[in-house]
C-alpha cells in the first residue's frame, strides 16, 4: 500500500497531466481516462482587443489563469480561438483537479474556431494536496481517496504538456511551445 501511494506522488510530481484536449487525451494512462465525467467550472470568456496580437492577449489572460490556480489549487485552461479577422479569444475552465485540465474543442467564443493551441495554468504549490475525485479520474486508475500529492512544478511544461501545442501561465509570465525542446517565454 505504501509502495501504490509512493508510486502514485512520483507519477503526479514527474508527469504532471497539464491541459487536456477532450478528444486527444495526453493521461499517463492513455485512453483509460474518461474525460467526459470530469466536472466542468466556467471561469471567463476573454476576447483581445482590436489590433491585439495572440500573444498579447495572453499576456493579459495569464495572470488570470494563475490568480484562479494559486486561489483554489486546480489547473484552469482554455482553448484558444481566432475569429478569422485578426480577433482572438478563450473560454477558460477548470475540472477541479490539481493535476490536469480537460479542454472541449467545441469550448470557444462563439463566431470563432480552435487554433488547435491551448492555454493552461498548473495548480498550487504544496507538499501536501488532497486528491479530489477529478484528480482520481485524471489519474485513469481507481484510487481509495483521500490520498496526498505535492510538488507541482508551476514554472515549466510537463513532459504531457509537450503533446499539444500551447501556452502555460506562470508565477513569473508566460511560455509557449510547440513540442518537446521548443519551450520559450513569451514577450
Known sequence: MVKRIAAFVALV????????????NNSPVGDR???T?????????LRSLPGETEHAFLLRVAPQLRAYSD?????ACGII??????????VLGSSHS???????????????????????????????ILATP???????????????MGGFDLAHFSDAD???????????GLLYQAGQGTAHVVQ
Open 13 to 24: 510530481v514527474l508527469l504532471g497531466l497539464g491541459s487536456i484536449p477532450a478528444n486527444a
Open 134 to 148: 477529478a484528480d482520481v479520474i485524471m489519474m485513469g486508475s481507481p484510487i481509495d481517496p483521500p490520498r496526498y
Open 81 to 90: 480561438g481566432a475569429d478569422g479577422h485578426g480577433g482572438f479569444g478563450v
Open 33 to 35: 481516462v474518461d474525460t
Open 98 to 128: 490539481h493535476i490536469g485540465c480537460a479542454n472541449d474543442p467545441a469550448r470557444v467564443i462563439a463566431g470563432q474556431t480552435s487554433t488547435g493551441e491551448t492555454i493552461h495554468s498548473h495548480g498550487r504549490r504544496g507538499l501536501r
Open 71 to 75: 486561489k483554489t489549487g486546480f489547473e
Open 37 to 45: 465525467a470530469l466536472p466542468y467550472e466556467h471561469i471567463a470568456d
Open 162 to 172: 509537450f503533446a499539444h501545442p500551447g501556452y502555460l501561465a506562470t508565477p513569473t
